[in-house]
């Protein structure tokens, strides 16, 4: 079982510049979310999605959008990015009948 | 609104002594409640995890939690720490079956030899 995959591993961008991120879910888990974590703080809740859907939200601006295709993979994109979006962004995967959450190992976006 | 706070933001301790990582949680439904662990430039862990049932949790390298309601409190404990427990320790809360998770801002553990 390869876990959820993130890539890629860095990024670095510079403003006004938009950024997709990637996430293959744990194999049997049908719900990805995403997750904002800059430095020294909690990861923050961005968004949830579910059956090509999203199907939960967190306080980000529409800057941050995502997909979900059919095989559950997911993407995040950033618009506009600003010296703020830098931070390490995780993706979670669950679902298979298990109550908790799997990460990946993150993308760690710098704006310049 | 649910939330999380972390009282502790590092927590030096020395080697093979206890430890204890306080975490209180805000919410007015039931919950399911975890702990993730984050080593350097990496993703989060599964710690241990309270979703009913016994108020003891236990993880399979010695840590516990216990799920206070009263309190609204789910500390993390161990009675013997190791090098290899330096790490950012995250308490988490969500609804039961949302998968949508409200973090704490962590607490450094560095053990110390």
């Known amino acids: 079982d390869a876990g959820v995959t993130q890539s890629p591993t860095h990024l670095i961008k510079t403003r006004g510049q938009q950024v997709t991120l990637r996430c293959s879910p744990k194999?049997?888990?049908?719900?990805v979310s995403w997750y904002q974590q800059a430095l020294g703080q909690g990861p923050q809740f961005i968004f949830q999605?579910?059956?090509?859907?999203?199907?939960q939200r967190g306080n980000f601006p529409d800057r941050f959008s995502g997909h979900q295709f059919p095989n559950y993979s997911s993407e995040l994109n950033v618009n506009a990015l600003l010296l703020g979006d830098s931070a390490l962004y995780l993706c979670?995967?669950?679902?298979?009948?298990?109550?908790?959450?799997?990460f990946g190992q993150g993308t760690r976006l710098t704006v310049v | 609104a649910q939330s999380v706070t972390q009282l502790d933001s590092q927590v030096p301790v020395f080697e093979e002594a206890p430890v204890e990582l306080r975490c209180n949680y805000s919410?007015?439904?039931?919950?399911?409640l975890f702990w993730y662990v984050q080593y350097p430039n990496q993703g989060l862990q599964l710690l241990l995890k309270?979703?009913?049932?016994?108020?003891l949790v236990e993880s399979i390298n010695g840590f516990e939690a216990e799920f206070n309601k009263s309190q609204t409190s789910f500390h993390l404990r161990k009675p013997s720490v190791h090098i290899s427990d330096t790490a950012e320790y995250f308490c988490?809360?969500?609804?039961?079956?949302?998968?949508?998770?409200?973090f704490g801002t962590g607490t450094r553990l560095k053990v110390l030899a």
């Open positions: 979670a995967s669950s679902g298979g009948g298990r109550a908790e959450a799997f």
């Open positions: 919410s007015s439904v039931s919950v399911y």
């Open positions: 309270y979703l009913s049932g016994s108020t």
């Open positions: 988490a809360v969500s609804d039961p079956g949302t998968y949508k998770y409200i």
């Open positions: 194999s049997g888990h049908d719900t």
């Open positions: 999605y579910y059956e090509e859907e999203e199907r």
